[in-house]
Nanobody
Framework: QVQLVESGGGLVQAGGSLRLSCAAS????????MGWFRQAPGKERKFVAA????????IYSDSVKGRFTISRDNAKNTVYLQMDSLKPEDTAVYYC?????????????????WGQGTQVTVSS
Protein backbone atom coordinates (compact mmCIF):
# COMPACT_ATOMS: atom_id res chain seq x y z
CA GLN A 1 0.00 0.00 0.00
CA VAL A 2 1.15 3.53 -0.81
CA GLN A 3 0.17 6.68 1.07
CA LEU A 4 0.60 10.02 -0.66
CA VAL A 5 0.55 13.34 1.19
CA GLU A 6 0.53 16.63 -0.68
CA SER A 7 1.77 19.93 0.73
CA GLY A 8 2.67 23.42 -0.44
CA GLY A 9 -0.72 24.71 -1.47
CA GLY A 10 -1.99 28.14 -0.51
CA LEU A 11 -3.14 31.54 -1.68
CA VAL A 12 -1.06 33.42 -4.24
CA GLN A 13 -1.60 36.39 -6.53
CA ALA A 14 -1.80 35.97 -10.28
CA GLY A 15 1.67 35.82 -11.78
CA GLY A 16 3.12 34.28 -8.63
CA SER A 17 4.61 30.87 -7.97
CA LEU A 18 4.03 27.89 -5.73
CA ARG A 19 5.82 24.59 -5.31
CA LEU A 20 3.79 21.54 -4.41
CA SER A 21 5.33 18.45 -2.85
CA CYS A 22 4.00 14.93 -2.60
CA ALA A 23 5.63 12.59 -0.12
CA ALA A 24 5.07 8.86 -0.51
CA SER A 25 5.20 6.36 2.32
CA UNK A 26 4.30 2.75 2.94
CA UNK A 27 6.38 1.43 0.10
CA UNK A 28 8.73 2.87 -2.44
CA UNK A 29 7.27 4.52 -5.52
CA UNK A 30 10.56 4.51 -7.35
CA UNK A 31 9.15 2.18 -10.01
CA UNK A 32 5.86 4.06 -10.32
CA UNK A 33 4.96 6.87 -12.66
CA MET A 34 3.84 9.89 -10.65
CA GLY A 35 1.41 12.60 -11.60
CA TRP A 36 -0.46 15.70 -10.57
CA PHE A 37 -4.13 16.34 -11.20
CA ARG A 38 -6.51 19.12 -10.25
CA GLN A 39 -10.19 19.58 -9.65
CA ALA A 40 -11.97 22.92 -9.57
CA PRO A 41 -15.32 23.30 -7.78
CA GLY A 42 -18.12 21.71 -9.76
CA LYS A 43 -15.77 20.34 -12.40
CA GLU A 44 -14.19 17.00 -13.20
CA ARG A 45 -10.71 16.06 -12.07
CA LYS A 46 -8.21 16.80 -14.82
CA PHE A 47 -4.69 15.73 -15.62
CA VAL A 48 -1.93 18.31 -15.08
CA ALA A 49 1.45 16.59 -15.41
CA ALA A 50 3.20 13.24 -15.04
CA UNK A 51 6.76 11.98 -14.73
CA UNK A 52 8.14 8.53 -15.46
CA UNK A 53 9.71 6.38 -12.75
CA UNK A 54 13.19 7.43 -13.93
CA UNK A 55 12.35 11.10 -14.08
CA UNK A 56 13.54 11.27 -17.67
CA UNK A 57 10.14 11.54 -19.33
CA UNK A 58 7.45 14.08 -18.59
CA ILE A 59 4.09 15.04 -20.05
CA TYR A 60 1.93 18.11 -19.45
CA SER A 61 -1.55 19.28 -20.22
CA ASP A 62 -1.70 22.08 -22.76
CA SER A 63 -3.11 24.47 -20.14
CA VAL A 64 0.05 24.33 -17.99
CA LYS A 65 2.76 23.57 -20.55
CA GLY A 66 5.59 26.09 -20.25
CA ARG A 67 4.45 27.29 -16.80
CA PHE A 68 4.55 24.15 -14.63
CA THR A 69 7.42 21.72 -14.11
CA ILE A 70 7.12 18.26 -12.60
CA SER A 71 10.12 16.52 -11.07
CA ARG A 72 10.88 13.74 -8.63
CA ASP A 73 13.52 12.75 -6.11
CA ASN A 74 13.46 8.97 -5.75
CA ALA A 75 15.90 9.08 -2.85
CA LYS A 76 13.30 11.06 -0.92
CA ASN A 77 10.26 9.26 -2.35
CA THR A 78 8.91 12.67 -3.29
CA VAL A 79 7.49 14.32 -6.41
CA TYR A 80 7.23 18.06 -6.97
CA LEU A 81 5.20 20.45 -9.06
CA GLN A 82 6.74 23.88 -9.60
CA MET A 83 4.00 26.26 -10.70
CA ASP A 84 4.99 29.61 -12.18
CA SER A 85 3.03 32.41 -13.83
CA LEU A 86 -0.07 31.27 -12.01
CA LYS A 87 -3.47 32.33 -13.28
CA PRO A 88 -6.85 32.51 -11.53
CA GLU A 89 -8.00 29.57 -13.65
CA ASP A 90 -5.33 27.43 -11.97
CA THR A 91 -7.39 27.59 -8.77
CA ALA A 92 -8.28 24.03 -7.75
CA VAL A 93 -7.55 21.22 -5.36
CA TYR A 94 -4.35 19.56 -6.57
CA TYR A 95 -3.94 15.81 -6.18
CA CYS A 96 -0.87 13.65 -6.40
CA UNK A 97 -1.12 10.12 -7.78
CA UNK A 98 1.03 7.07 -8.42
CA UNK A 99 0.53 4.57 -11.18
CA UNK A 100 2.09 1.32 -12.33
CA UNK A 101 1.47 2.19 -15.95
CA UNK A 102 2.97 4.74 -18.30
CA UNK A 103 2.78 8.50 -18.07
CA UNK A 104 0.43 8.35 -21.07
CA UNK A 105 -1.98 6.16 -19.12
CA UNK A 106 -1.74 8.58 -16.18
CA UNK A 107 -2.84 11.37 -18.49
CA UNK A 108 -6.06 9.36 -18.87
CA UNK A 109 -6.44 9.32 -15.06
CA UNK A 110 -5.39 5.66 -14.80
CA UNK A 111 -3.73 5.66 -11.38
CA UNK A 112 -3.39 3.22 -8.52
CA UNK A 113 -2.99 5.54 -5.53
CA TRP A 114 -4.24 9.04 -4.80
CA GLY A 115 -3.44 11.64 -2.19
CA GLN A 116 -6.00 13.72 -0.30
CA GLY A 117 -5.26 16.94 -2.16
CA THR A 118 -4.03 20.43 -1.38
CA GLN A 119 -5.87 23.66 -2.17
CA VAL A 120 -4.32 26.20 -4.54
CA THR A 121 -6.06 29.54 -4.86
CA VAL A 122 -4.87 32.19 -7.31
CA SER A 123 -6.31 35.67 -6.83
CA SER A 124 -6.62 38.16 -9.66
Amino acid sequence: QVQLVESGGGLVQAGGSLRLSCAASGRTVNNYAMGWFRQAPGKERKFVAAVSWSGLSTIYSDSVKGRFTISRDNAKNTVYLQMDSLKPEDTAVYYCAAGRGTIASMSRLSCDYWGQGTQVTVSS
